[in-house]
T-cell receptor, first 114, second 117 residues
């Protein structure tokens, strides 16, 4: 079965609020994770990644948190905007140390209400 | 700097026909990956190619599906004798090099949406 999965299939937030999207993984040897954003009719777009030697990584308005103890990671989006509406996937390479053969979870649909 | 190009964007085929999907990687990228996405699902890895070489085709069905990345021209994903279950979005990604480093980001194309009637 898949080693990454999403807790919630949909998330609806008000514009300006913070969004938190969660992801669980099962392989304790996993060492690299990537978050992708997929807008309707488009291909996935890289948002941010994190390696297992880190607990937290910040980008522009996004933060990824990694909890290796419970094998869980989250994507936090600050001040969510309508343009953030999309499906968000966490993904990991099938083989530790590689960066191909990405395994994607089913995704969380984020809807931002104006 | 054009991104990953895929064509056609939409393809309709009848059962039994052949589908041919094309992918032109980003300039300077020599690694190509194909993924399939069923409705409301995540992407599933199919095949990883370098120029003139198939590196890993473990995600591709053994029959009817084939992929190539010739020395010149785009990568082609070919599906023979299509069936309704082949209806999906097919995404191509490319990367600059293959390594364990953070700079091996896969850039995805817009996808080809295949509908089999």
């Amino acid at each position: 079965g898949e080693s990454v999965g999403l807790h919630l299939p949909t998330l609806s937030v008000q514009e300006g609020d913070n969004s938190i999207i969660n992801c669980a993984y099962s392989n304790s040897a996993s060492d690299y994770f990537i978050w992708y954003k997929q807008e309707s009719g488009k291909g996935p777009q890289f948002i941010i990644d994190i390696r297992s030697n880190m607990d937290k990584r910040q980008g522009q308005r996004v933060t990824v948190l990694l909890n290796k103890t419970v094998k869980h990671l989250s994507l936090q989006i600050a001040a969510t905007q309508p343009g953030d509406s999309a499906v968000y996937f966490c993904a990991e390479p099938h083989h530790a140390g590689s960066n191909y053969k990405l395994t994607f979870g089913k995704g969380t649909l984020l809807t931002v209400n104006p | 700097n054009a991104g990953v190009m895929q064509n056609p964007r939409h393809l309709v085929r009848r059962r039994g026909q052949e589908a041919r999907l094309r992918c032109s990687p980003m300039k300077g990228h020599s690694h190509v990956y194909w993924y399939r996405q069923l409705p409301e699902e995540g992407l599933k890895f199919m095949v990883y190619l370098q120029k003139e070489n198939i590196i890993d085709e473990s995600g591709m069905p053994k029959e009817r599906f084939s992929a190539e990345f010739p020395k010149e021209g785009p990568s082609i994903l070919r599906i023979q004798q299509v069936v309704r279950g082949d209806s999906a979005a097919y995404f191509c990604a490319s990367s600059r090099l293959f390594s364990g480093g953070n700079d091996n980001e896969q850039f995805f194309g817009p996808g080809t949406r295949l509908t089999v009637l």
